[in-house]
């Protein structure tokens, strides 16, 4: 359980009062979150998930608070975020930001069935119709444009070399113009919440972009369809298939959605050795990369015709 700033009931029944809410009735602490602390706030009108961003700037996070709003008003299933009646849309508690959002009645899984993979891909295909507001980024924040940070640097590990070979792979494989889009960036199964047979959100758009709409599909391949260490290619058949019910991707965009899924594996795998291994070295951590390193070999050592099949 990831909880960094211990709030008593006073503090947040006071934070609750600032979003408008002065009926609580009960509150706990939630699991998950790797930045964030939350709280479910109960009261007598319905559940609120109360979110301290202990290590997000008040810019940040406020632009993660306006994203989610412009989805909510556009029609994509995620967190409804609750506006103060006099503050801006987040507030500063201890200068960290804060925001509330209704709390959604699901759970999360991490093995989806083909139906529930079939309406995330038809919910990222409307995701993916919306105009991306220019307050959103242009480039994925842990994407290829970072990876020097690593390959271009002096240190002595054997990833150094690897994250440089699937670069120039990348580089290879990667088409330079293809559709961008609204993307989560960050699809994986912990992100979305299901009820029963139902998708009911897509949650965390803390990395969401103006970015290649195939990067979406990639990480939602790697995050969503896998079985142990490998892909599932029924699962990602129900994605796709559910994506191009609304938006047909280009021969291009289909003949390089391998080097996608490998691209989203390889950033994934970065992310997770800067952060263990430079930026908050954690040595029960260290390896953590070495799970999506391993995907990322095994998907661009899969035949063209796997990911090919996906589309007939």
């Known amino acids: 359980m990831a909880v960094y700033a211990l709030?008593?009931?006073?503090?947040?029944?006071?934070?609750?009062?600032?979003f408008?809410?002065?009926?609580?009735?009960?509150?706990?602490?939630?699991?998950?979150?790797s930045e964030n602390t939350n709280y479910r706030i109960a009261t007598s009108s319905g559940d609120y998930v109360l979110t301290i961003c202990d290590q997000k700037s008040l810019q940040h996070t406020t632009r993660l608070a306006s994203i989610l709003v412009y989805l909510?008003?556009?029609?994509?299933r995620t967190s409804r975020?609750?506006?103060?009646?006099?503050?801006?849309?987040?507030?500063?508690?201890?200068?960290?930001?804060?925001?509330?959002?209704?709390?959604?009645?699901?759970?999360?899984?991490?093995n989806l069935s083909g139906n529930i993979l079939l309406q995330l891909g038809e919910?990222?295909?409307?995701?993916?119709?919306?105009?991306?507001?220019?307050?959103?980024?242009?480039?994925?924040?842990?994407?290829?444009?970072?990876?020097?940070?690593?390959?271009?640097?002096d240190l002595d590990h054997s990833y150094v070399d690897w994250l440089a070979e699937k670069s120039d792979y990348l580089a290879k494989?990667?088409?330079?113009?293809?559709?961008?889009?609204?993307?989560?960036?960050?699809?994986?199964?912990?992100?979305?919440?299901?009820?029963?047979?139902?998708?009911?959100?897509l949650i965390d758009f803390e990395e969401a972009c103006h970015y290649y709409r195939n990067f979406d599909l990639g990480m939602a391949i790697i995050g969503s369809c896998r079985e142990d260490q490998t892909i599932s290619f029924a699962k990602a058949r129900s994605l796709v298939r559910?994506?191009?019910?609304?938006?047909?991707?280009?021969?291009?965009?289909?003949?390089?959605?391998?080097a996608f899924a490998v691209y989203a594996a390889v950033a994934t795998s970065f992310w997770r050795f800067r952060h263990y291994n430079l930026r908050r070295p954690d040595p029960a951590l260290f390896d953590r990369h070495?799970?999506?390193q391993a995907l990322a070999d095994t998907i661009s050592a899969y035949p063209d015709s796997s990911f090919a099949e996906l589309f007939e």
């Open 7 to 18: 709030l008593d009931r006073t503090a947040i029944e006071d934070l609750a009062h600032r």
């Open 20 to 33: 408008g809410i002065d009926d609580m009735t009960d509150f706990q602490a939630m699991d998950g979150g």
């Open 72 to 76: 909510s008003d556009h029609g994509i």
């Open 81 to 110: 975020v609750v506006s103060p009646p006099d503050e801006p849309i987040v507030v500063l508690h201890d200068d960290k930001p804060v925001m509330l959002k209704r709390h959604i009645d699901g759970e999360i899984r991490s």
């Open 123 to 153: 919910e990222m295909s409307r995701l993916h119709q919306l105009p991306a507001p220019s307050y959103l980024p242009e480039s994925f924040s842990y994407g290829r444009n970072y990876f020097s940070q690593v390959t271009d640097s």
């Open 173 to 201: 494989h990667i088409p330079g113009s293809l559709p961008l889009a609204l993307i989560h960036g960050d699809l994986f199964f912990d992100n979305v919440i299901v009820r029963d047979d139902e998708l009911m959100a």
């Open 242 to 258: 559910g994506y191009q019910k609304e938006i047909t991707l280009q021969p291009a965009e289909q003949e390089s959605l391998q």
């Open 290 to 292: 070495v799970e999506m």
